[in-house]
C-alpha cells in the first residue's frame, strides 16, 4: 500500500521540488483504511456509544490524523476483528505466538470480502464485525472516556523513542524516552508500525522515518532535515529533545555546510 501510494505522489506531479516532497513525507493517507472501511461502517451495534462512533466515520477519507477519532475507531476495530476471528479460530497460544508486527492483514481482507463463514462462524462477517465494534467501542471508552468527539488517535499512537536501557527502569524512563502524539499507520507514507502485542501501549507507533531529509542539488545549501529527538544524547540539555515537535509536524531544520549564524567553528588539519 505504501509503493501504490508513493507512486501515485510522484506520477501526479511532472517536476518535483521541495515543497512536492514535503508534501509526501507528510502523508497520512491509507489506501489499507479504504479497504475494509465499507466493512466497519456495516457492523451493526447496539453499543451506547455506536451511534457517536458512525458521526465520526462519516466522510472519513483514511486520512490517519493523530487529532481525530475516525482513524482510532478504525484500527481499534480491525484489531478486535482480528484477534476474536483469527484468534478464534488459532487458539489463544497460538495466536498470541503469531501476532504483534504480524498483522494477518491479506487473510482479514480475504475474510471479509468472502464473508467466510468458516472463519467468522454461522452468522458471518457482519455479525462478527459488529461484536469486534462492541468490543473496540468499550476498550477506547476505558482508554480516552464516553466523549466520543473528544477521542484522538495521537493519543494511542505516539511515537516512542525508546532509551536502552533506561526505558525499562520505571522512575527513569520519563526522563530518558522522548514521546510525541504522531499520524499515520503501518500502510501510510508518513508511516507509524504498532506493534499489537505491547500490552502496554499496542498502537504506540514503534517504527517511523527517524530521520527526515531533503536534498536539493541544485542548491546544496538549500536542503532540509529533522531528526525525531535531538541531537545531543545528555537528557539534561535542550538539545535532547528539541527536534521532536517539529519531527512531529513534518517540519524541519536547513542543513547546511555554512549557515548564516553559527556559535562554534572546529577546523580539522592534516
Known sequence: YRQQRIETLLAKTARHDLASFRTLHADQHSEATLV???HLLKAPSSHPLAAAARDQLQGFSGEMAAETAAPLIYSVWVDEFTRGVVGGRLGKERFEKLYGKRLFRNA???ILERDDKGWCGAGGCTVASGAALDRALDRIQAMQGADVAAWRW??????????RPFSNVG??????E????TGGDPFTVNVGQ???DK???PFANRHAASLRAIYDLADLENSLFIYQTGQSGNPLSG???DMSATWAAVNYRPLQMAPAHWRNQLAMRP
Do not use: N, Q, T
Not at 171 to 176: G, S
Not at 178 to 181: A, D, N, P
Open 36 to 38: 475494509l472501511l465499507p
Open 108 to 110: 482479514v481482507e480475504g
Open 154 to 163: 495521537g493519543e494511542a499512537h505516539p511515537a516512542i523513542s525508546a532509551h
Open 171 to 176: 522512575a527513569l524512563a520519563p526522563m530518558f
Open 178 to 181: 522522548v514521546r510525541r502524539e
Open 194 to 196: 504498532y506493534h499489537l
Open 199 to 201: 500490552a502496554d501501549a
Open 239 to 241: 538539545r535532547y529533545r
